[in-house]
């Protein structure tokens, strides 16, 4: 390929965009990459069909965010019934032995599955954190969507995570605009 000074600057999402991977292709990342040094990817998001699951996707997370504030509430009454801090290591114990709160863990667990199936990744469920799998220039990066935010209008390198988020149209990265 010729490189000139006025090249135009690659898509977010050039190449396969959108392409479904099928359970036998995995897309493993470098050793940079979180959970176990390997992530697989079932699916490949363009910025349209990111913000077109989104409306799909809210009911869940607004679920996930309640069931959270649930849980809060029966740490608080466990510690209050029991006698203890909140921060204390016996706690757990007496939240686990109410019963509640394991249950509502489990429907947690339950609600990621269903957004992971999706092919995006539940990266911060206390905070609705969600992101999709994208390709810009020849390296898979997130689109990053946070709840309350009206649409996808940022992305991250896998290992820069949520603290390294820039706007889709930051031209800081390498001197390739982000689109």
Not at 56 to 61: G, N, Q, V, Y
Not at 141 to 156: I, N, Q, R, S, T
């Amino acid at each position: 390929m010729i490189e000139s000074a006025t090249r135009e600057k690659p898509p977010l999402l050039a190449g396969e965009e959108g392409r479904r991977y099928n359970r036998h292709e995995v897309i493993h990342m470098s050793s940079e990459t979180k959970a176990n040094n390997e992530a697989k990817f079932t699916r490949l998001f363009t910025m349209e069909e990111a913000n077109a699951l989104l409306p799909a996707l809210r009911p869940t997370i607004e679920e996930m965010l309640r069931i959270f504030g649930e849980i809060r509430t029966e740490i608080e009454k466990t510690a209050e019934t029991s006698g203890l801090p909140v921060g204390s290591p016996d706690l757990p114990k007496h939240v686990e032995e109410r019963g509640i709160a394991p249950r509502l863990f489990e429907r947690i667990r339950s609600l990621i599955e269903d957004i992971h199936a999706n092919g995006c990744l539940v990266n911060g469920p206390e905070a609705g954190l969600i992101d999709f799998p994208a390709l810009y220039a020849n390296e898979i990066v997130f689109l990053c969507w946070k709840f309350g935010e009206p649409g996808v209008a940022y992305w991250h390198r896998i290992p820069d995570g949520f603290a390294g988020r820039r706007p889709l149209l930051d031209s800081s990265i390498e001197g390739d605009g982000v689109h």
